[in-house]
């Protein structure tokens, strides 16, 4: 007790008088917060702020986010196709091609001319321009043995692609081979690639070059 300097409450023995007590009370009451009745409108405001607020998320994420639409993004449409106000244009199966072409960079190269003594060049190559039924062939089950390519010799083998290319990529990738570094043969549609592949559904293992070249 005697370490407090200045005791607040004026009550510091028993017998206290009434004017003392009630001092002591009038304090006490003063230092309690206000009694309040019934509800503040605060958090009703608030809830009905946070319910607006979720509402119009809700609504402007229905209205801005496309909806899932898949024409939000097709690799297809390049920037500024839509805005000009054209229909979605399907590209140019050279384009597509061109991507596609990029499963088989790795032996053909970007020239086209391939690796002497590796792998074949498809730019002038008789092959690459000759009946789309043997090159279709090929992309889809893969090649294997001796193989005369522009009069040059190879004996190699190459991987089968159908598994992974769609009827379409093959048909795109085999169209820019056949139109790219100089070459100038018609181009492949998806149909015959669909065609071929049901041919050929049976087929186990690459093709043989010569097996292809009975094929006219
Ligand atoms: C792993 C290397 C490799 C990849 C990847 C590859 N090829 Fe080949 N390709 C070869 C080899 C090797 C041959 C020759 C096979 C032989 O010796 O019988 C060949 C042959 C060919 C031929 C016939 C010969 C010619 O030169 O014209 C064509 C057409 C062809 N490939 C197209 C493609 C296309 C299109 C792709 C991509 C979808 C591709 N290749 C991916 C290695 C590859």
């Known amino acids: 007790m005697s370490a407090d300097p200045s005791p607040r409450l004026p009550l510091e023995q028993a017998g206290a008088s009434d004017e003392q007590l009630q001092k002591v009370h009038a304090i006490l009451l003063r230092e309690k917060p206000e009694p309040t009745e019934g509800y503040s409108p605060l958090p009703l405001l608030l809830l009905g702020l946070m319910s607006a607020l979720i509402l119009f998320s809700a609504i402007y994420l229905g209205r801005y986010s496309g909806g899932f639409d898949p024409l ?55 092959w690459a321009q000759g009946p789309e039924d043997r090159i279709i062939r090929i992309v889809l089950n893969g090649l294997s043995g001796p193989i005369t390519v522009k009069s ?65």
């Open 72 to 126: 939000v993004y097709d690799e297809r449409i390049l920037p500024g196709m839509l805005e000009n106000g054209a229909a979605p244009a399907v590209q140019d199966p050279k384009v597509i091609g061109k991507r596609v072409f990029a499963n088989c960079i790795a032996c053909h190269q970007t020239t086209g001319l391939g690796l002497p003594g590796a792998y074949p060049p498809l730019a002038g190559s008789e």
């Open 152 to 216: 040059t010799s190879f004996n190699s083998s190459m991987p089968a692609f159908g598994p992974q290319l769609r009827d379409e990529q093959i048909a795109d990738v085999l169209t820019y081979v056949r139109s790219e570094w100089g070459n100038t043969a018609p181009a492949v549609s998806p149909d015959k690639v669909k065609e071929i592949r049901a041919a050929v559904a049976t087929r186990t293992g690459p093709w043989a070059p010569d097996e292809l070249l009975k094929i006219p």
